[in-house]
């Protein structure tokens, strides 16, 4: 029962949203896709705020059901919900923005303290203040911290990060991460931005004009090179690295993989923490020997495992094994064909950069 | 100058109207300015009409229709006498009766106006905060539209003093009893004593000014004269 079920018809002005999903019942899952690709409004059937035909069962609880005629207003669903724009109530102040939601909760029912969600969110500090006063990174803070305190049995955020200029983003991840780690609460989050899903996503639903492409765990949905082109840009793996070594005459890090190791520009980071790192696809290019000299420095033996065709027809996307991680790289067609390259060939995968996530 | 006894008893009947107008009218208007911003039925520009109708009506014809209706052969004349009211016109509950018709889109534009400005959004978030259709309107909406709220209540007191036409058609003018303001400065500028008319006008002229520079100092007066869309 340690799941959700949403199965959602609704018809949109261009088109029909059209989702039947079974999800995992904890941990992150984003619901991404293009901007009006039906992410909004499948989140607004799950919280009854949006009404579309069929059924809605959140860990063994059913909050809509119409073979039962079941359909439980939105004040009645167990849920939190946090949307793009802060929304705070005007006129009260932080505190009674926080309260709102906590008073209407049985105490017995409530799981998450006052205390915890201030601290979690870091925003004790702000109470007395009034909302017109607080930044956009604040005042979602104190969205989420309103949310949570309702102690939902689901999260619900709508792209909390769209609205914020990219360096309150920056501000208000590492809170986001925590919520992941700290709160056995599932979340459902949207997103258009790849950074936060491979930051902050285990489980991943591929949206597109109403209908779910894919769903399946982050790291196997994103590695698959038979994803839409809408992905095309995008296009990236997670690869989660310890670190393990500094090397002061270049200053450089070395982190390493189960594939192998990648040097990166020194990090401020402990030897023997984790960091997770983005790959793009487009920033892989493919070599066939490990002697051809380059200015590259992050070359690794790996195996060709399958193209998809990329969004522009100059482009393909190659699939790679690099000692059981995968990888992706955009090259172009002319260059698969000039090398030769085809299935099962052992390659090297020159990665040009690689961001930190984490 | 020194204002009579019959001034003064118009003044107190005035204020007293207006007192009482204005609570009805808010109780009222509340109800009909809420479903004038969410409804979504075609029936809402009907309604919305209506409720605006006394705007461009000469009061006249409102008063006319008013005294039909409450009159001993009207619908509601009818009425009132089988529950033993007896007949509404030319008593005080006439007036306010009257009064509340005359006055109803000045307050109902105002907070119709504020409940559409707060839009959608505030609503669905205290529905996600666990807040029932009865809390979401008290605890969201109306703090929300306050200054709507404030405006409309100063425009229809404010309206209903300085109502005439209804009130000489409905009410006429019988002191102590339905001799309001307006009338008394009439009867006084009939009487040819102009320095008693005077007295009372003026004190109505400094009266409206003061409430609409109030109105204005609040930036409450946007559109509320006009159709309220």
Known sequence: MNELCVRARLPLADFTLDADLTLPGRGVTALFGPSGSGKTTLLRCVAGLARAAGRVEVNGECWQDDARRLFLPTHRRPL????????????????????????????????????????????????????ATLSGGERQRVAIARALLTSPRLLLMDEPLAALDARRKQEILPYLERLHDELAIPVLYVSHAMDEVLRLA????????????????????????????????????????????????????????SGGSIQVTRKALAVGTRARLK???????????????????????????????????????????????????????????????????????QIKSVALIG | ?????????????????????????????????????????????????????????????????????????????QLTAALGLGALPFTFPGLVVASVFYSLPFVVQPIQNAFAAIGERPLEVAATLRASPWERFFRVAVPLARPGFITAALLGFAHTVGEFGVVLMIGGNIPGKTQVLSVQIYNHVEGLEYTQAHGLAAGLVVFSFVVLLGLYRLGGVRNTLGTGQ
């Open chain 1, 80 to 131: 939190g919900y946090v949307f793009q724009e802060a929304s705070l109530f005007a006129h009260l102040s932080v505190r009674a923005n926080l309260e709102f939601g906590l008073k209407r909760i049985p105490a017995a029912e409530r799981r998450v303290g006052w205390d915890a969600a201030l601290e979690l969110l870091g925003i004790g500090h702000l109470l007395a203040r009034g909302t």
């Open chain 2, 1 to 77: 100058m020194e204002l009579k006894a019959d001034d003064w008893s118009a003044i107190w009947l005035t204020l007293k109207l207006a007192s009482l107008v204005t609570l009805l009218l808010l109780v009222v208007g509340t109800p009909i300015a809420w479903w004038l911003a969410r409804t979504r039925s075609k029936l809402r520009s009907v309604v919305g009409a209506l409720v605006a109708l006394p705007i461009v009506l000469p009061p006249t014809v409102l008063g006319f229709y008013l005294l039909l209706a409450l009159g001993p052969q009207g619908p509601v004349g």
């Open chain 1, 202 to 257: 285990d489980h991943l639903v591929l949206l597109e004009q109403g209908r779910v492409l894919a769903s399946g765990s982050c790291a196997e949905l994103l590695a698959r090179v038979d994803l839409p082109p809408a992905l095309d840009e995008e296009a990236a793996v997670r690869v989660d690295t310890t670190v393990a070594a500094h090397d002061d005459a270049y200053q450089l890090t070395r982190l390493d993989f």
């Open chain 1, 279 to 349: 790959i793009q696809a487009r920033d892989v290019s493919i070599a066939l020997a490990t002697h051809d000299r380059t200015s590259i420095v992050n070359r690794l033996p790996a195996r060709i495992c399958g193209f998809a065709a990329a969004a522009h027809p100059a482009h393909c996307l190659v699939r790679l094994d690099v000692a059981g991680t995968p990888l992706l790289a955009r090259i172009t067609r002319l260059s698969k064909d000039q090398l030769g390259l085809a299935e099962g060939m052992p390659v090297v995968a």
